[in-house]
Each structure stands twice: as structure tokens, then as C-alpha cells.
């Protein structure tokens, strides 16, 4: 929502504040599409010759973040404190009965009512491995930390891959438009012998290279590279929410004290409340009863 209407506002901004001005559109119009084929092809072909195929498709389907924003939600968080409850009080109960929920979360009763979590491949993952490894008796909390941190670190960096390589596009943007608007002279200087009002618009769509080149780099793909990598920030929350509540189980507390433990270590604006969470999960031990 918010990227659509930053994007209207840009155009109407730098558009009208032109006309407004008593800026012609005709110059612009006439040579957009051919500068827009130097700058954005160059542009394409760029970012196709530094990124390989799985980074292609990882980018372009990130872009949608500009304008989904963040995946998770706050009623998303307080789902995930009372799954990792219920796995965390089914453990301590019975190590044995939590295997088929870890080794099979599929057709895990428990994921089963928290579809949308049930649906991400690294946060399942991440839960599943971890209460895996604590089976094997792989249960220092410190090593246990370690390896998370070092995992979710990982992953991060993969992730931010769509934001680093949309803003090497915007910065090599503006050098595109000065190759376009340098490629317009060239073209100015073959009509030298023209009269003014020719050799006005030829310098003019010239120009327009510059503009293209400069708009683009910091009106359009440097701000979708910078919204990306905030949106895929704001979902690592959800995923640290995860270490930090298996890691206070690891230490023994009870239960509950680990669900608080998350439940504070969420960020304010999707923190649930304390009563919302205590809710939350007598709704989850009555429909585990």
C-alpha cells in the first residue's frame, strides 16, 4: 500500500512540480523510450552478468516486499509462542511424544493449527533442529546459542542478497544516464549545422539521459533495495524469537517463563500482550486437552 502510493507520489511530485514550472513534457515523451532502452537494458544486462540464476529469481520475487511489507504479523508472533509452548510442554512431558510432531510436522497435529507457520520451510526447520538435537542430548544452551546465532546469520545473509544487489543497480544508474546523455551529444554534434530550435531538442533529449539515469537510481530502485532490506530486518524478529525461547527452555525455566522470555524479546509493534498470550495459550491447552 505505503510503496504504491510513495511511488504516485513521486511522479506526481517531480512531474507536476515540472509542469507547474512551465516544463513541456513533449522533449521527455519523445526521448523516454529510447533512453530508457539504453539505461535499463544496460541496467538488466548488469545486474544478469553479477547474479546467477537462484539470485535472480530470489530478487525479483523480493521485490514484492516493496509493496506486501513485512510477512509476519503480530497475531503471528502470539501463534508461535503457543506452538512453541505446546512442543516445549509435550517435550518435557514426553520426549518420545514430541518426535512425530518434530520428525513429521506435515502432518503434525500441533503445526496443523498454525498453517502460515506450518507453511515456512526455515522457521519449521529452525524449531524442528533444534528440539531434534536436545533428543540427542545435544543440550548446551551456549553451543546451542552458538549454532543458532550462526545459522540465522547465514540465513540473513542470504536474504539480503535482493537488497545488496538492487542497490549496486542503483548506484550504477546515474553512470548509465551520463552514458546515455553522452551518446545524445555525440548525436547533438553529427547536427551541428542545424539551427537552434533543432539543436534545442537534441540537447534536451540528451539530457533526459542524466534525468532517467539519476531518477531511477534514487527515486526508484534505491529506495525498493533499502524497503526490502528493512522488510526482510523485520522478519528476522520472528525468527530470533524462535532462539530465544528454545534457548530458555534449554536452561531449564518453566514453560511459561520461556514464553515470556519471547514474548518480551518481540519488537513493540508486534509485541502481544501479556493478557493476549496468557489467552492465547489456555485456548491452545484446551484444544490440546
Given at each position: ?146 549454532v543458532l546465532d550462526k545459522r540465522m546469520e547465514a540465513t540473513l545473509h542470504h536474504a539480503m542478497h535482493s537488497s545488496h544487489a538492487l542497490q549496486t543497480v542503483a548506484d550504477g544508474l546515474p553512470a548509465l544516464g551520463i552514458v546515455a546523455a553522452v551518446l545524445g551529444v555525440i548525436k547533438t554534434m553529427g547536427s551541428i549545422d ?96
Amino acid at each position: 500500500m505505503f510503496g504504491i502510493l510513495g511511488i504516485v507520489v513521486i511522479f506526481v511530485m517531480v512531474f507536476g512540480g515540472y509542469l507547474l514550472a512551465g516544463g513541456k513534457m513533449g522533449i521527455i515523451l519523445a526521448s523516454l523510450p529510447f533512453e530508457m532502452m539504453i539505461i535499463g537494458g544496460a541496467a538488466v544486462g548488469a545486474f544478469l552478468i553479477a547474479n546467477d540464476i537462484s539470485a535472480i529469481k530470489h530478487a525479483a520475487k523480493d521485490i514484492g516486499k516493496v509493496f506486501k511489507g513485512p510477512k509476519w504479523k503480530q497475531s503471528d508472533y502470539r501463534d508461535l509462542l503457543c506452538l512453541l509452548f505446546e512442543l516445549i510442554r509435550l517435550a518435557r512431558q514426553s520426549p518420545v511424544a514430541v518426535e512425530p510432531h518434530v520428525e513429521n510436522p506435515e502432518e503434525s497435529e500441533i503445526f496443523g493449527r498454525y498453517p502460515k507457520i506450518q507453511k515456512d520451510r526455515e522457521a519449521v526447520d529452525l524449531i524442528c533442529d533444534t528440539l531434534r538435537s536436545m533428543s540427542m542430548n545435544y543440550d548446551d544452551p551456549h553451543q546451542v546459542e552458538e549454532v543458532l546465532d550462526k545459522r540465522m546469520e547465514a540465513t540473513l545473509h542470504h536474504a539480503m542478497h535482493s537488497s545488496h544487489a538492487l542497490q549496486t543497480v542503483a548506484d550504477g544508474l546515474p553512470a548509465l544516464g551520463i552514458v546515455a546523455a553522452v551518446l545524445g551529444v555525440i548525436k547533438t554534434m553529427g547536427s551541428i549545422d542545424q539551427p537552434p530550435e533543432v539543436l534545442g531538442k537534441l540537447i534536451g533529449g540528451a539530457l533526459v539521459g542524466t534525468f532517467l539515469g539519476v531518477f531511477l537510481a534514487y527515486g526508484l530502485v534505491g529506495p525498493m533495495a533499502g524497503k526490502v532490506g528493512a522488510v526482510v530486518e523485520e522478519d528476522r524478529h520472528f525468527y530470533q524469537l524462535i532462539r530465544e525461547v528454545l534457548v530458555a527452555n534449554l536452561h531449564n525455566h518453566p514453560a511459561n517463563i520461556c514464553i515470556e522470555v519471547g514474548r518480551q524479546n518481540t519488537p513493540d509493534h508486534m509485541r502481544p500482550s501479556f493478557s493476549d498470550v496468557e489467552e492465547a495459550l489456555r485456548n491452545a491447552k484446551s484444544q490440546a486437552a
